[in-house]
C-alpha cells in the first residue's frame, strides 16, 4: 500500500514539476525576447530619424517583470511536491556519518514534520488570500459561495487586486499556488508516514 501510494504521488510530483518547467521556459523566452527588441530598438533609432512610426512596438515587452514573475512563480510552487518526495532540499549532513541509523531516521522524520508544518501554513494563508472579505465588507467570499450568492462573488472577483502593470486579475495565481502547495502539503504528510514507518521497522533499530 505504501510502495504504491508513493509512486501515485511520485508521477504526481514529477508531472506537476514538468508543468512547472514550462513555466521557466516562458519566463526565459520573454525575458530575451524582450532583450532582443530592446537592442532592435536601439539600433533602428540610432539615425537621426530614430525609429519610424509604423515600428513603434519595436522595444521591450509591456509587463515582462509581471509575465517573469508569473513563470518563475508557476516553477516555483509545482516544484514543492518533488523537491519533498525526492528528498531535493537543503540539508546539512556533515555528521551524519557518525550518527547511527536510528538517529538519523528520527532527524528525517523530524524534518519531514517540520516541513509539513509549513506547508499547512502557507496553505492556510494561500486560503486566506482568496477568500479573505472584500475592502469594506465582513462577509468571506466563502460564505458567499456556501450561499449560493453568485452575483456578489462575480462582483467581488472583477474587484479583486490587479497586477500594477497589465491589469491581470491575481486571484487566479492565488487559485494555481493554492492547489501546487495542496499537493505540496499531501505528499508532506506521505513523507511524514514514510519516515515514521522507517523509524519502527525492525532494521531501525
Same mark, same amino acid.
Given at each position: 500500500m505504501i510502495n504504491r501510494l508513493d509512486r501515485i504521488l511520485t508521477r504526481l510530483a514529477a508531472a506537476l514539476?514538468?508543468?512547472?518547467? +514550462?513555466?521557466?521556459i516562458f519566463a526565459t523566452v520573454v525575458t530575451c525576447l524582450s532583450i532582443l527588441l530592446k537592442l532592435a530598438n536601439r539600433i533602428v533609432g540610432a539615425g537621426a530619424g530614430g525609429v519610424p512610426e509604423h515600428l513603434a512596438w519595436l522595444g521591450p515587452i509591456l509587463g515582462e517583470e509581471e509575465l517573469v514573475t508569473y513563470g518563475v512563480g508557476l516553477a516555483l510552487f509545482t516544484a514543492l511536491p518533488w523537491v519533498m518526495i525526492r528528498r531535493g532540499h537543503i540539508r546539512?549532513? +556533515?555528521?551524519?556519518?557518525?550518527?547511527?541509523?536510528? +538517529?538519523?531516521?528520527? +532527524?528525517?522524520l523530524l524534518g519531514d514534520t517540520a516541513l509539513a508544518a509549513i506547508a499547512y501554513l502557507i496553505l492556510t494563508r494561500q486560503w486566506f488570500l482568496i477568500f479573505r472579505p472584500a475592502r469594506r465588507s465582513e462577509d468571506p467570499l466563502a460564505a458567499e459561495l456556501a450561499t449560493g450568492n453568485w452575483s456578489v462573488l462575480g462582483d467581488r472577483l472583477r474587484d479583486a487586486q490587479e497586477s500594477q502593470i497589465l491589469g491581470l486579475k491575481l486571484w487566479p495565481t492565488y487559485i494555481v499556488a493554492e492547489l501546487c502547495v495542496l499537493a505540496f502539503f499531501v505528499v508532506a504528510?506521505?513523507?511524514?508516514?514514510?519516515?515514521?514507518? /522507517?523509524?519502527? /521497522?525492525?532494521? /531501525?533499530r
Open positions: 514539476a514538468l508543468a512547472g518547467g +514550462l513555466g521557466l546539512i549532513d +556533515l555528521f551524519q556519518p557518525w550518527f547511527p541509523p536510528r +538517529l538519523n531516521r528520527t +532527524l528525517d504528510c506521505f513523507c511524514v508516514l514514510r519516515s515514521a514507518r /522507517a523509524l519502527l /521497522a525492525p532494521a /531501525a
